[in-house]
């Protein structure tokens, strides 16, 4: 053993004396009693807090309301749960989205992936287009549009991290039936993904949509959608 171990080693020796043969009284080391110490506990399996790992469009869109309801940012807040929803975004992929990334003219937005996902192009729905452009009007004014501009910002101008949007869903969805599924970010993105593989888009398609280089990550969605067991029992 080194000398730097050996020290670190007797760092928590306690000593006693003992008497020499010679009648020399010397100090020996006693190792110290071993304190257990406790870590943190193991983090609870998402099964073992909730039922399932993603929401119905009606869930969504009682969050929506919930965040439109809180606060001066509602608007803000509900826009960025439309948008991960219905572009089946990481919470990652949301924060960091900017306006160069919206073509309100061609009516599409150009989602970049993290996690070594595949980017794509995706078409906007009416509904989204009018809440952005709300969002650019308001941002426009107070001069935060530029091309490099998080799109999803704070009211100091900063960018809304990802802590931030978590801690904003867990507020919107602590109310009415939402209270019991405990929901955070990726849920949206699980949303979108059973949302579209129920109304019966092609696989492969979806697997692009939502940027997965392995299908396999996009089965999952498949393998839950209602239409797969219609007609088994009949009318």
């Known amino acids: 053993m080194s000398s730097r171990k050996e020290s670190r080693a007797l760092r928590d020796l306690d000593e006693s004396t003992a008497e020499h043969e010679h009648g020399t009284v010397v100090r020996l080391p006693v190792l110290a009693r071993t ?30 309301q919930a965040a439109q309801a809180r606060g001066r940012n509602g608007h803000r807040d509900a826009t960025m749960i439309l948008v991960a929803y219905q572009h089946g975004l990481r919470a990652s992929e949301l924060v960091a989205l900017t306006w160069q990334q919206v073509e309100f003219n061609d009516k599409v937005m150009h989602i970049a992936r993290r996690k070594n996902g595949v980017p794509s192009v995706h078409p906007m729905t009416g509904e989204e287009m009018r809440a952005l452009r709300r969002l650019y009007r308001e941002q426009k004014e107070v001069g935060r549009v530029r091309a490099g501009d998080r799109v999803f910002q704070t009211e100091q101008g900063t960018a809304i991290t990802e802590a931030g949007f978590r801690k904003m869903l867990a507020r919107a969805g602590s109310v009415g039936s939402l209270r019991d599924l405990r929901i955070h970010p990726h849920m949206l993105r699980h949303a979108a993904g059973y949302k579209l593989a129920n109304d019966g888009r092609d696989t492969r398609a979806l697997q692009v949509y939502l940027g997965h280089r392995n299908i396999q990550h996009t089965v999952r969605y498949t393998e839950l959608a209602s239409d797969r067991f219609e007609g088994w029992w009949g009318k």
């Open 35 to 64: 304190v257990q110490r406790q870590g943190p506990p193991a983090r609870r399996r998402n099964k073992d807090v909730r039922q399932r790992e993603y929401l119905t469009p009606r869930e969504v869109e009682e969050l929506m």
